[in-house]
Each structure stands twice: as C-alpha cells, then as structure tokens.
C-alpha cells in the first residue's frame, strides 16, 4: 500500500521545510507527488528530484500542453539520472502568463509518447469524477488505457459512496485515491464552482469533518489494497496528519 502526499513546490527552502517536517513526524508517507505550477519558479521535475534526498517514490506532475511531441522531452534526462520512474501526466491548464508556449499536445498523446520513447517510465494519468458523466470519463480512462497508461490519480474525493463506485468501474487499475480537506466556507465554494463537487448531506468544512472521512478513505484503500494521496492544500500539516494517522493503523 502507497501513501502519498502532495506538495506544492513554492520554493526550494519551504518544500525542503515540508519534506523534513513530513518524514520525521509520519513515517506513513511512503511517496511524494509534485503538481507543475507555471506561476512558481520550480518545476515539478526539479521538485522531485529535491525530494528523493528523503523519500525514494516521487512522482512528478507533467503538463501535457507544454511539450511538443515531435521533439525530445527535455524533463527525461533528469529525472533519469535522479532514479525517477514515475510521472503523473496532465493536460494543464492554460496559462495566464501569454508568454508561455504551449502545443495541442493532450494527455493522451504524451502518455503515448513516453511509453513508446521511455517505456521503463511508469505513466499515471488523472480521473475526474466531476467534469462530465460517468460514462464519459470512463471512456477517457479507456482511451488513456490504450494509450499505455499504467495507472491513475483520481481528483478528490469526499464521499466514500462514490470512491466505491469507482473502485467498482476500475477494478484491476492501480489507483491513487484523492483527498483533500476543505476547512473553510470559502474553500468548499471553491470546489463546488471551480470543480463542480457535489459534497454529501453530512458534510462540514471542519478539521474534524475531514480528518474522520480521511481515516476511512485511508481504511478503504487499504481494505481494497490500492493507494491513497493526500492533497492538503491551506491547512496545517502536522495537525491534520496526527488526527488521521494516529487513529488508523495502516
């Protein structure tokens, strides 16, 4: 069983702060993922290899649009030389800088490229609950299955009802399960307008709240033997971590 935690790169000193805090306190941890985000300085691919100083699993996010598939994957030759054999592709949103090239390059044409040029690379592409009907992202599970996707990263969830039947559509996929704790009004807004999250009747934007569904998510992916991720964005770490680790035994 995989637990992995994502960290956002702002800067090279508060990812090596986070690691160090993460790898001292929760032993749980097994894994780290980067997401890519254009409006910091460090690259996830950069983040990575930082953090494989700590933790022998990183996986970094890779923004499909941002590579032409007719030429070389200027991102390989370092994460070879770090050890890194897992990548998580995207298709990334546009950027807001216009300064930024990008191509019509979609996840599925750069998971196809990495296994065809880079077949000893593990790919992970992304499911997404909310974007459209459960028939159409299955469909695109398909078509990134096809183009030799090893496994996925699902968004976040925060009703077990519906991990359940995902986990029933996937069966045999290695699957990160996603979850993030929403801890303010403010923040549940923003998931239910940016990403169109349906939360359940029961939910509440407390710590308390989202430590409880994490434990159980924790214990699904390990009653099902899969993976888990945890995206805790705008939160405190260690407090957060102590209330869902110290009360599952994994």
Not at 65 to 92: N, Q, S, W, Y
Not at 149 to 156: R, S, V
Request: charged share 25%; net charge negative.
């Amino acid at each position: 069983m995989r637990i992995s935690l994502e960290l956002v790169p702002r800067d090279e000193a508060e990812l090596k702060a986070e690691l160090q805090l993460m790898k001292a306190q929760f032993p749980e941890i097994n894994t780290i993922n980067i997401p890519d985000l254009l409006r910091f300085e460090l690259r996830s691919w950069e983040a990575s290899c930082m953090s494989k100083t700590l933790y022998e699993s990183c996986i970094p996010h890779i923004r499909a649009m941002d590579f032409d598939c007719a030429e070389p994957l200027p991102f390989i030759d370092r994460l070879d030389k770090h050890r890194i054999t897992e990548v998580l592709v995207v298709t990334g949103d546009a950027p807001k800088n216009s300064g930024h090239r990008v191509y019509p390059t979609t996840c599925v044409d750069l998971i196809a490229k990495i296994k065809r040029e880079h077949p000893h690379i593990k790919v992970y592409s992304a499911i997404d609950p909310y974007r459209g009907s459960i028939r159409e992202e299955y469909e695109y599970v398909q078509r990134k299955l096809e183009a030799g996707a090893d496994g996925f990263f699902t968004q976040p969830f925060f009703d077990l009802r519906l991990i359940e039947l995902y986990s029933e559509m996937l069966e045999g996929s290695d699957i990160f399960w996603g979850v993030s704790p929403v801890v303010s009004g403010k923040s549940q807004k923003y998931w239910e307008t940016r990403n169109h999250v349906v939360f359940p009747k029961d939910f509440q934007p407390t710590l308390d709240w989202n430590i409880a569904f994490s434990r159980e998510a924790l214990a699904f992916t390990k009653q099902t033997k899969s993976n888990i991720y945890f995206m805790p964005i705008k939160v405190d770490l260690a407090a957060y971590f102590d209330g869902v680790f110290n009360k599952v035994s994994v």
